[in-house]
């Protein structure tokens, strides 16, 4: 089940979740990061519900 879930949570962000609001994460090893971690798809997700 919570990799069905997970899964959809995916899907949905490569479809419609990344033109959204987003969380800003501050962290000093966020500044090289060029790809979204799950924690921030899941923020962005939240953020939208």
Do not use: N
């Not at 033109?19 to 939240?46: C, N």
């Amino acid at each position: 089940m919570a990799w069905f879930v997970g899964t959809l949570v995916i899907h949905w962000h490569s479809l419609v979740g990344h033109e959204g609001s987003h969380v800003v994460q501050d962290r000093p090893w966020y500044a090289k990061k060029v790809t979204p971690t799950f924690a921030d798809i899941l923020g962005a997700l939240r953020l939208q519900l």
